[in-house]
C-alpha cells in the first residue's frame, strides 16, 4: 500500500465506524475539494452508495458556479441533498457584505450559527426532490448527532490539535483544552444525551494529498479551482467577499498537484486568501470553539 | 509516517519539532515572522515552540495542552510529527498522540536529566507497541556540550528502557534551540559521530505489513444497500494482519458460523481475488450466515485467536474516577462493544521506580496496572505478543475512554480446555485469584493443594442419575465423600486445580455445572411447594428453576441470597434471605356463602377474622392477615375465596449479624411481576451497594426509602 492508499483506508474505517454508532448522522458538503474527497471516500466505504445525507450551509454568498457544480452531482449521484441558511440575519443584513457587521461575525451568523440550528432541526431544512430538480422542505426534524466534517490538521493551529470523533456540547462548543482520548483506534462513540459529535475522516490529509488522489481517482472537482484564463484560479473556495483568487496558471489537477510540490505554493499556506483568519489573529480557534467548522 | 515526540515537560520536544520544520524549509512562508512578531507584540523572547503551541492557552501558559499534528515531506517520504504533551495533567493527550506512531522520539533535559515522564512515557510507549525509540539528549548548549553529561544520560537510561523491552534505536546529543545535529552536524559535538535528527527519521523502518500473519478482520458492519438493484450483502472491515482471496474458509469468531468468501468488493477499483493487511475492504460469502458486527473473522486453515471471556491485561488509565470492581464498563476491543468488570488487581506498577504495589484495591488515574477482566460473554483476540492488533483495548466509563491496554493472555478459555495445572497455578498465582476461583465454584480448604468444588442446583432439586454422578465424582477425584451444604447443595471436598476441567466435563455430561460462590447470586433455595406438599401455595420447584436460570451468579457488590418458601409455615425462612419469596393466599370473603360458624376465626392465628355468630357477623381486618390461607381451605361453604400469591422480605441476615427482613410490598400476583421487584432490586444492590456489603447494610446505607420509591414504580398498588 503506498501512502495515499493508507490514508484513504483510514478515512473508510472512520467513515464506517461513524455509520455504524450514530443512528442520525449527516455530512456536511462546502462543494470545496476536501469535502468533495470526502463524499468520494463515503462512496469508498459504502460501495457506491451515500447513505446519508449531505448537508450545505448556503450563505447566499457563495460563488455561483459552486451551487450548480453542488446540484449537477447531487442528481448524477443520487444523493440525499439538504441545505439550511440563517435566513433572519440574511433577512436583516445582519452580514459583512451589507456593511452591518465584521467579517467574524458574518462568519458566525451565517455559517456557525446556521449550521448549529439546521443540525438540531430547529431552522428549516430544504431537500433536493430528485423527480422535480428542485429543493422542498425537508419534514424531517430529527437532531443529528453525528456530523462528518472534512477539516484537516494541517490546515491551521486549532485544527491540528483535533480529534477524529470530536465531542460538542449542547451549544456546539469545542472544549479544547479537554479532549477526549484516542487510542488506536478507538473513538468516541459514547457520549452524553444532548450532546454530538463531529467526525474527522480528513485530519491526516494534506492539502498535496487531496489533489494527489483528487488526481488519482478522477473526482469531478469544481472548474473554479482552474485557472479561468485570466491568470487566476481560487486555492480555496468560500463566500466571494472573503474568498480571493490566487494568482495561478494551473489549469488542471495536474498542474496543481505540481504547484504544490515544487511550484509557487510550496510554501504558502492554503488559507491565505480567507480574509477572516486574519481578524482572528492568525488562527479559527475562537470561530471554532462556538461551532465553526 | 507517523512520529511521536514524548518526555517529561519543559525538556524542549515542541522547540525540537519547531525546529525541524524550521531548518528543513518545511513552515509556510511568513509563519517564523509572524511568530517573530506575535513575540516582539508581547514582549516575550521568540520560541520555536510558538510554532506548535496554537492554542491561546498553550501560548499563555508556554506549554503544550493537546497533541498536535505537523506534517513534513522529505524526499524520502511524508511525516506527520505528533508532538505530545510532556505534563502529566495531559497523559491523556500524550497518549492519544502516541498510540497514532510508528516512532518515537524521547527528548531528555542534558542538565536536568531523567525525570518522572522520561520514564513514565517510556514505559507507555513500550506498552503502546512501539518498538523504534530514538533519545534525543536535549539543551547540550546547558552542559557545555559535555560528553561525560551525555553518557551518563545515555547509560541510565538505556539499563531503564531494558527493563520495559526497548532496545533503543540511537541517543543523539541535540540543542533544539541552537540547532546543533537536528538537520546539520553541529561542530560542538565532535565526539559525536551518529546521524542528525533528520537522517536518524529517514533511516527509521516503517512498520513491517503483517500479510505473513493469519487473516484477523474485525466486522466492522454489514450491509445491504438496495438502491439501484444492488443485491450485494456486503461484510465491511479492515483487516488487520494477514490477507483474504475469493475462496477461502472463514470462520466469525465468537460465533463460530463458517462460510467461504464468494467475492471482495470495492468501489472505483479494478476488480480483484484478493486483499491484504491494511485495507478496508468487503467481501461478500457463497452462504447467507447472520453474523454481527463485533466478530472477528479469520481463516478456517490458518492459526485460531482465543476465544475467552476471562483476561489478563496491562493497562493504562486516564479517568477521572479510579478503575474499581463490581462496576460495569464498557470494554471497546477491535469492532466489538461489550460489558466488562474488573475481577482482580495483581499488580500496581510505579511508573517512576517500575515498583510492584499488589495492595492496592482500585486503579488510580495515571496508574498503570496488570489485571483480570471479565466480559459478558466470550471474546475474540490474540495475546499482544502474538498479533498486536488484536490484543488492545480500551475502556469506557461514564461515556468516556478511561483506560486503554495490552491483553496479555486468556485467563480460562473455552478455545483451551486443556488448561493444566501449572497453567492454572501461574494465572491464579500460589495465593490464588480467589475471586476467579469462586467464581468457578471452588473454595479454598484447610489441607493444602486441595479445593471444595460446589454444585449449581436449584431448590436443592437433582436427578437420581445425576447423584449418582456426583457419587462416582467424588470417588474417582475426591476422597470419596460428599457435604450437603447448609443452603441445599452438594460440595465435593478434595478436589486437585488439575482435574478441574475434566471434572466439569463430567459434570456437563450429566446435565450439572460447578456452583458459584463470592460476590455474586448464590444458590436459590425452596422448599418442596405445591407440587408436593399439600400446605404449599405455590410451585416453589419451578419458580427456583426460573430464578436460576435467570439471575443465578449474576455479579454484586456482595453475596446475595435468593430462597423461596411455599407457605407461612415458612420451612424455608424467607425472612433471613436478602430476598425472600413466601407463598400466600388472599382471602375475599363472600357474605351469601357465609353462616357465621366462626370455623374461620378459630383457626385464624393472627386475629385477622371475628365472628359474631349471633349478630350474624364478620370482620376481617387485612392488616393483620398473614395470608396463610387457612381460612380458605378450611371453609365448609366457600364463604373465603383465595387468590394464591408471592409476599417479598428484603434485607434478611443471618450470619455475624442476624436480622429479619422487611415486607416492603403488598401480595403480588403475578410471577412476572415478581420478577421485576427481583431485577429491580439486583439493579438497585448493583448500582447503590459496596464491595464487602451485605444487601440490608446498603439499604441502612443509603435510605429504604429508596428501594421502596422504586419497588413502588414496579409494583401498581
Known amino acids: 500500500m503506498n501512502y495515499l492508499d493508507k490514508l484513504e483506508a483510514q478515512s473508510v474505517y472512520i467513515l464506517r465506524e461513524a455509520y455504524r454508532e450514530f443512528k442520525s448522522i449527516c455530512m456536511l458538503w462546502s462543494i470545496g475539494k476536501d469535502s468533495t474527497v470526502l463524499l468520494w471516500l463515503a462512496r469508498k466505504a459504502f460501495f457506491g452508495h451515500v447513505p446519508l445525507p449531505l448537508v450545505h450551509i448556503d450563505t447566499h454568498y457563495k460563488i455561483p458556479e459552486m451551487i450548480n457544480y453542488r446540484d449537477e452531482l447531487a442528481l448524477q449521484w443520487k444523493l440525499t441533498m439538504l441545505y ?171 498542474d496543481i498537484v505540481e504547484e504544490l510540490k515544487n511550484g509557487k505554493f510550496a510554501k504558502i499556506a492554503e488559507r491565505s486568501g480567507r480574509a477572516q483568519d486574519q481578524d482572528d489573529g492568525g488562527g479559527l480557534e475562537t470561530l471554532r470553539k462556538s461551532g465553526y467548522m | 509516517m507517523n512520529i511521536v515526540i514524548v518526555g517529561h515537560v519543559d525538556h524542549g520536544k515542541s522547540t525540537v519539532i519547531g525546529r525541524l520544520l524550521a531548518d528543513t524549509g518545511s513552515l509556510p512562508e511568513g509563519k517564523l515572522a509572524a511568530v517573530k512578531g506575535y513575540c516582539q507584540k508581547n514582549a516575550r523572547p521568540f520560541e520555536y515552540a510558538f510554532l506548535l503551541d496554537a492554542l491561546k492557552d498553550e501560548q499563555a501558559q508556554g506549554i503544550t495542552i493537546d497533541t498536535a499534528r505537523c506534517f513534513f515531506k522529505t524526499n524520502k517520504r511524508d511525516y506527520i510529527i505528533i508532538d505530545a504533551p510532556g505534563h502529566i495533567e495531559f497523559l491523556k493527550n500524550m497518549v492519544t498522540g502516541a498510540s497514532r506512531a510508528e516512532a518515537a522520539l524521547l527528548v531528555i533535559d542534558a542538565q536536568e536529566g531523567i525525570k518522572e515522564n522520561s520514564k513514565r512515557h517510556g514505559q507507555i510507549v513500550s506498552m503502546l507497541g512501539i518498538r523504534q525509540v530514538v533519545v534525543l539528549v536535549n539543551k547540550m548548549d546547558l552542559v557545555n556540550y559535555g560528553q561525560d553529561a551525555f553518557n551518563l544520560i545515555t547509560q541510565e537510561f538505556t539499563e531503564f528502557l531494558h527493563q520495559v523491552n526497548i532496545q533503543p534505536v540511537n541517543f543523539i546529543p541535540i540543542s533544539a534551540f541552537n540547532g546543533d545535529n537536528i538537520t546539520t552536524r553541529s561542530a560542538n559535538t565532535l565526539w559525536y559521530s551518529g546521524p542528525t535528527v533528520l537522517e536518524q527519521l529517514e533511516g527509521l523502518a516503517n512498520r513491517k505489513t503483517t500479510t505473513e500473519l493469519p487473516l484477523r478482520m474485525p466486522v466492522q458492519d454489514i450491509y445491504k444497500f438496495t438502491a439501484g438493484g444492488d443485491k450485494r450483502r456486503i461484510v465491511a472491515g479492515t483487516i488487520l494482519s494477514g490477507a483474504i482471496s475469493s475462496g477461502d474458509q472463514v470462520v466469525f469468531l ?138 488492545r483495548f480500551v475502556i469506557v466509563d461514564n461515556y468516556e475512554i478511561s483506560g486503554g491496554g495490552i491483553i496479555i493472555e486468556a485467563v480460562s478459555s473455552s478455545a483451551n480446555p486443556g488448561t493444566k495445572e501449572g497453567q492454572v497455578r501461574e494465572i491464579l498465582g500460589e495465593k ?55 443452603r441445599q447443595s452438594i460440595e465435593i471436598p478434595f ?141 365448609p361453604r366457600q364463604a373465603w375465596k383465595g387468590s394464591e400469591g408471592f409476599l417479598v422480605y428484603f434485607g434478611g441476615l443471618f450470619g455475624n449479624q442476624i436480622a429479619i427482613g422487611k415486607q416492603l410490598l403488598p401480595i403480588i400476583f403475578s410471577t412476572e411481576e415478581l420478577h421485576q421487584v427481583v431485577e429491580t432490586t439486583l439493579a438497585f444492590f448493583k448500582k447503590q451497594g459496596k464491595a464487602k456489603e451485605r444487601f440490608r447494610n446498603t439499604l441502612n446505607r443509603v435510605g429504604w426509602k429508596l428501594l421502596q420509591q422504586e419497588l413502588d414504580e414496579v409494583v401498581r398498588r
Open chain 1, 84 to 254: 439550511g441558511e440563517n435566513a433572519t440575519a440574511l433577512a436583516q443584513k445582519q452580514t459583512f457584505p451589507d456593511g452591518n457587521t465584521d467579517r467574524i461575525t458574518c462568519c458566525r451568523n451565517l455559517k456557525s450559527e446556521a449550521l448549529k440550528h439546521t443540525l438540531s432541526g430547529e431552522w428549516p431544512r430544504y431537500i433536493l426532490d430528485h423527480s422535480s430538480g428542485q429543493y422542498v422542505p425537508d419534514l424531517n426534524r430529527e437532531q443529528y448527532t453525528g456530523v462528518i466534517v472534512g477539516v484537516r490538521a494541517d490546515e491551521e493551529g486549532s485544527r491540528s490539535k483535533e480529534r477524529y470523533f470530536s465531542p460538542r456540547d449542547q451549544e456546539n462548543d469545542w472544549d479544547v483544552g479537554d479532549q477526549p482520548p484516542e487510542f488506536w483506534n478507538q473513538f468516541k462513540t459514547d457520549f452524553v444525551p444532548g450532546t454530538h459529535i463531529r467526525i474527522h475522516p480528513l485530519l491526516d490529509w494534506t492539502e498535496l494529498n487531496i489533489w494527489e488522489y483528487i488526481e488519482r481517482e478522477q473526482i469531478p472537482i469544481t472548474p473554479l479551482y482552474f485557472d479561468q484564463g485570466n491568470g487566476k484560479r481560487y486555492r480555496s473556495l468560500g463566500c466571494y467577499p472573503c474568498t480571493f483568487p490566487v494568482e495561478s496558471t494551473a489549469r488542471n489537477v495536474g
Open chain 2, 254 to 391: 465468537p460465533s463460530h458460523k463458517k462460510s467461504i468468501v464468494k467475492s471482495i468488493e470495492g468501489f472505483n477499483i479494478q476488480p480483484r481475488e484478493r486483499a491484504a493487511a491494511g485495507e478496508a475492504v468487503g467481501i461478500t460469502l457463497e452462504t447467507q450466515i447472520y453474523i454481527k458486527p463485533g466478530e472477528l473473522m479469520v481463516k478456517v486453515n490458518e492459526k485460531q485467536p482465543a476465544v475467552s471471556s476471562q483476561i489478563k491485561v496491562n493497562l493504562f488509565w486516564v479517568g477521572k474516577a479510579p478503575l474499581v470492581k463490581n462496576k460495569n464498563y464498557k470494554l471497546k476491543i477491535g469492532t466489538t462493544r461489550i460489558a466488562v468488570q474488573l475481577v482482580e488487581i495483581l499488580n500496581i506498577i510505579d511508573a517512576t521506580e517500575l515498583n510492584v504495589n499488589t495492595l492496592k484495591e482500585q486503579v488510580e488515574r495515571h496508574d498503570v496496572a496488570e489485571c483480570i477482566f471479565e466480559t459478558a460473554s466470550p471474546i475474540a483476540f490474540d495475546p499482544i505478543s502474538v498479533i498486536e492488533l488484536t490484543g
Open chain 2, 432 to 486: 490464588g485469584n480467589q475471586q476467579a476461583l469462586k467464581r468457578n465454584g471452588l473454595m479454598r480448604q484447610v489441607q493444602p493443594n486441595y479445593w471444595v468444588l460446589r454444585l449449581r442446583m436449584a431448590g436443592g432439586q437433582i436427578q437420581a442419575e445425576q447423584l449418582l454422578k456426583v457419587a462416582e465424582i467424588a470417588q474417582r477425584y475426591g476422597q470419596g465423600s460428599l457435604h450437603l451444604t447448609a
Open chain 2, 495 to 635: 478436589i486437585k486445580l488439575a482435574d478441574l476441567e475434566v471434572v466439569k466435563k463430567e459434570f456437563l455430561a450429566a446435565g450439572l455445572q460447578p456452583g458459584a460462590g463470592g460476590a455474586r447470586v448464590r444458590t436459590i433455595t425452596a422448599c418442596q411447594g405445591s407440587t408436593i406438599c399439600a400446605r404449599g401455595l405455590i410451585e416453589t420447584t419451578a419458580l427456583a428453576k426460573e430464578f436460576d436460570q435467570r439471575y443465578y451468579g449474576r455479579e454484586l457488590p456482595h453475596k446475595f441470597k435468593l430462597g423461596i418458601t411455599g407457605c407461612s409455615n415458612n420451612c424455608l425462612k424467607a425472612e433471613e434471605n436478602d430476598l425472600g419469596v413466601k407463598g400466600g393466599m388472599q382471602p375475599e370473603w363472600v357474605e351469601s356463602n357465609c353462616n357465621f360458624c366462626g370455623i374461620c376465626a378459630a383457626l385464624c392465628r393472627s386475629q385477622a377474622i371475628t365472628v359474631d355468630k349471633e349478630k350474624a357477623a364478620l370482620v376481617y381486618r387485612e392488616t393483620n392477615c398473614h395470608y396463610c390461607g387457612r381460612c380458605v381451605k378450611a371453609c
